[in-house]
T-cell receptor, first 114, second 117 residues
Framework: KAGVTQTPRYLIKTRGQQVTLSCSPI?????VSWYQQTPGQGLQFLFE???????NKGNFPGRFSGRQFSNSRSEMNVSTLELGDSALYLC???FGGGNTGELFFGEGSRLTVL | AQSVTQLGSHVSVSEGALVLLRCNYS??????LFWYVQYPNQGLQLLLK??????LVKGINGFEAEFKKSETSFHLTKPSAHMSDAAEYFC???????????????FGQGTTLQVKP
């Protein structure tokens, strides 16, 4: 069974640009969550999608957005990039629907903003 | 609101020694607790989880953790460290709203485990 797949794995952008990251969940999983990981702030929750609906959202500015498609694949977008957006962005999937909360993580997309 | 505190951002042990990584949580409802491991340049891998039932849970790679409600703790242990255990370890609690999980995990700040030969 294939795991969670994130693309691209690495990318470099400059300030003011925008970026789109993609996540393909484990087959059968309907929930996709996104986390930002930085050395200073650790793992911070961005948002969660379940059946194409945003079910939960963290404390990030509106420049961070996401969506989920009917096949459960998800994308997140960051507009007007800032230096502080440099981070590892992790996608995680689960069956969803009020389960125990166990998440399966992808290897992440490492974003560097110059 | 739930929260997690991991005591010690860095822990160093000798190969073959006991590994003990500490985690305390705060939750107003019975928690679901997790330990994840992250190797360099990789995502997070689930080591073990506690939901209900037996308070001593066993995970992969010889790790185990014990849920102690009275101490609000969920410490991770391994009897004998291997060099391959060197990684960063995260304790997490599943967020509850009312009686259901929200799909969000609240993580501790992580503990880097160093294993010396």
């Amino acid at each position: 069974k294939a795991g969670v797949t994130q693309t691209p794995r690495y990318l470099i952008k400059t300030r003011g640009q925008q970026v789109t990251l993609s996540c393909s969940p484990i087959s059968g999983h309907r929930s996709v969550s996104w986390y930002q990981q930085t050395p200073g702030q650790g793992l911070q929750f961005l948002f969660e999608y379940f059946s194409e609906t945003q079910r939960n959202k963290g404390n990030f500015p509106g420049r961070f957005s996401g969506r989920q498609f009917s096949n459960s694949r998800s994308e997140m977008n960051v507009s007007t990039l800032e230096l502080g957006d440099s981070a590892l962005y992790l996608c995680a999937s689960s069956f969803g629907g009020g389960n125990t909360g166990e998440l399966f993580f992808g290897e992440g997309s490492r974003l560097t903003v110059l | 609101a739930q929260s997690v505190t991991q005591l010690g951002s860095h822990v160093s042990v000798s190969e073959g020694a006991l590994v003990l990584l500490r985690c305390n949580y705060s939750s107003s409802v019975p928690p679901y607790l997790f330990w994840y491991v992250q190797y360099p340049n990789q995502g997070l891998q689930l080591l073990l989880k506690y939901t209900t039932g037996a308070t001593l849970v066993k995970g992969i790679n010889g790790f185990e953790a014990e849920f102690k409600k009275s101490e609000t703790s969920f410490h991770l242990t391994k009897p004998s460290a291997h060099m391959s255990d060197a990684a960063e370890y995260f304790c997490a609690v599943s967020e509850h709203l009312g009686s259901s999980n929200t799909g969000k995990l609240i993580f501790g700040q992580g503990t880097t485990l160093q294993v010396k030969p």
